[in-house]
């Protein structure tokens, strides 16, 4: 059987346009947000995944990929909140199910506090809590715009940047100590990836920035929907992942194998599959 189709589209909001994927035509609704720095480009996967059951919807968020920004200063991720639940209003949607990798699980999670009525259930694969050191050394080294030149010299950067974090964590620390265990992936990946950051090199790093700044660990208590919380053993995000599950009301965890892994993906379908079921 032929895979079901991923077609692409803007829609107006207030603050602009938004660019989205969708795929599916038939089953409940499914809203995927997807990590920084790239675009919903880098979730087609998942939205083959469950195009065959769902209607899946997977927004630019905004200053990434082809979606306008907000605006020209660094938003909050409730910020980001309020556009995707734009987002969902102007596709004419009642009720989703959202699924928010890295950045995309915070704006997740605030859109399932924002409006609660909306989100009927929620998958977190990977959440991130950064504070102290850690947090101040991210903010003044991780991201920042890449602005043109006229040698070329700011894609080489921003081909560094993305290059390396495949290898480590954070992408900057290029030690042993900081290398990260699963290698680059594939040259067609890592185009793809890096095409999505050059359309939004100036604003990319704004919600980098708004999601290193998110108090997960205030927020996440404030989820009523029934939450599922996954992390691939070689995550970064994996020992915060774990941790943050446990200040659910409504929670569970689900540890996947190694990003690299040839069962990562299927293993990822089952685990969200089985958590959709039990909610059925």
């Known amino acids: 059987m032929a895979a079901t189709p991923i077609k692409r589209g803007f829609v107006d909001v207030p603050h602009g346009q938004l660019h989205y994927r969708y795929a599916g035509d038939s089953g409940e609704p499914l809203l995927i947000l997807h990590a920084s720095p790239g675009?919903?480009?880098?979730?087609?996967?998942?939205?083959?995944?469950?195009?065959?059951?769902?209607?899946v919807f997977a927004p630019d968020t905004p200053g990434n990929g082809d979606s306008d920004a907000l605006s020209d200063r660094e938003p909050t991720i409730p910020e980001l909140a309020a556009a995707a639940l734009a987002f969902i209003d102007a596709i004419g949607l009642e009720k989703v199910r959202v699924y928010g990798s890295h950045t995309g699980a915070a704006i997740g999670t605030e859109l399932a506090i924002l409006a609660p009525d909306r989100v009927s259930a929620l998958v977190l694969d990977g959440v991130s809590l950064m504070q102290g050191e850690e947090l101040a050394d991210v903010l003044a080294r991780y991201a920042f715009p890449?602005?043109?030149?006229?040698?070329?010299?700011?894609?080489m950067r921003l081909f560094q940047f993305c290059r390396d974090q495949y290898m480590f964590f954070?992408?900057?620390?290029?030690?042993r100590a900081g290398r990260r265990d699963g290698g680059l992936g594939s040259a067609a990946d890592l185009h793809a990836w890096i095409t999505e950051v050059m359309k939004a090199a100036t604003t990319y790093h704004l919600n980098y920035r708004a999601a290193f700044k998110w108090p997960a660990d205030k927020r996440m208590p404030l989820l009523q929907c029934p939450t599922l919380v996954t992390a691939a053993v070689n995550d970064p995000l994996y020992d915060s992942s774990v941790a943050l599950e446990k200040l659910l009301k409504d929670g569970s965890f689900a540890e996947l194998p190694r990003l690299d892994a040839a069962e990562f993906r299927s293993a990822r379908k089952a685990a969200m599959d089985s958590f959709f079921g039990k909610r059925a």
């Open 39 to 55: 675009s919903s480009r880098q979730q087609v996967r998942i939205i083959e995944d469950f195009a065959g059951e769902a209607r």
């Open 146 to 155: 890449f602005e043109p030149d006229l040698e070329g010299a700011y894609l």
């Open 170 to 175: 954070p992408w900057y620390n290029r030690t």
